[in-house]
């Protein structure tokens, strides 16, 4: 079993949706939640950054944190085409100083007009 | 503002060649990581660098060697390529071991 599950999709979904993406873990050390937007032929880019549980939004992104459940999301709302994307999340328990993250694989998103 | 750069983009090589893979960050970070990423796989870990002149292997180390150059540079060198080396291999920084690491945008390599 993966430390880290994420549904690959692919997600296709109208302009102007909500978008909900989802990622479980096993380890209950992880601290750190971290959801990345990676475009075709390019490096991931950090989209969200959370510490424990809790809700936090940026504009269109809110990130959501149950460790209770183990369960991570990225909510995306009136979704564009540019947001098209891979999105993949990433966690980290955080020892001896050195972050390791541990990736999910990737859920593939597409927003149609 | 450039962030992490990695060269070269695209490399074919045959099955045995060597080539190292170059990667500079100018945001005067700390630590630097290899990452490769394979279809269903995710990230994983190669190797990562924790602050100048130090070095430790990730998840799949095998076959592969780093330097940290100095504090910009880590490169990534495969001694004797195999075809399950195929892969897009990512670099990364972070200020620290608690921050959020930052991409290339990777180097696509395949070995026949």
């Known amino acids: 079993q993966k430390e880290v599950e994420q549904d690959p999709g692919p997600l296709s979904v109208p302009e102007g949706a909500i978008v909900s993406l989802n990622c479980t873990y096993s380890n209950s050390a992880f601290q750190y939640f971290m959801w990345y937007r990676q475009y075709s032929r390019k490096g991931p880019e950090l989209l969200m950054y959370t510490y424990s549980s809790g809700n936090k939004e940026d504009g269109r992104f809110t990130a959501q944190v149950d460790k209770s459940s183990k369960y991570i999301s990225l909510f995306i709302r009136d979704s564009q085409p540019s947001d098209s994307a891979t999105y993949l999340c990433?966690?980290?328990?955080?020892?001896?100083?050195?972050?390791?993250?541990?990736f999910g694989a990737g859920t593939r998103l597409a927003v149609h007009p | 503002n450039a962030g992490v750069t990695q060269t070269p983009k695209f490399q074919v090589l045959k099955t045995g060649q060597s080539m190292t893979l170059q990667c500079a960050q100018d945001?005067?970070?700390?630590?630097m990581y290899w990452y490769r990423q394979d279809p269903g796989m995710g990230l994983r870990l190669i190797y990562y660098s924790a602050s100048e002149g130090t070095t430790d292997k990730g998840e799949v180390p095998n076959g592969y060697n780093v330097s940290r150059l100095n504090k910009r540079e880590f490169s990534l060198r495969l001694e004797s390529a195999a075809p399950s080396q195929t892969s897009v291999y990512f670099c990364?920084?972070?200020?620290?071991?608690?921050?959020?690491?930052?991409f290339g945008d990777g180097t696509r390599l395949s070995i026949l």
């Open positions: 945001m005067n970070h700390n630590s």
């Open positions: 990433a966690m980290s328990p955080i020892s001896g100083g050195y972050n390791k993250l541990i």
């Open positions: 990364a920084s972070s200020e620290s071991g608690s921050q959020p690491q930052h």
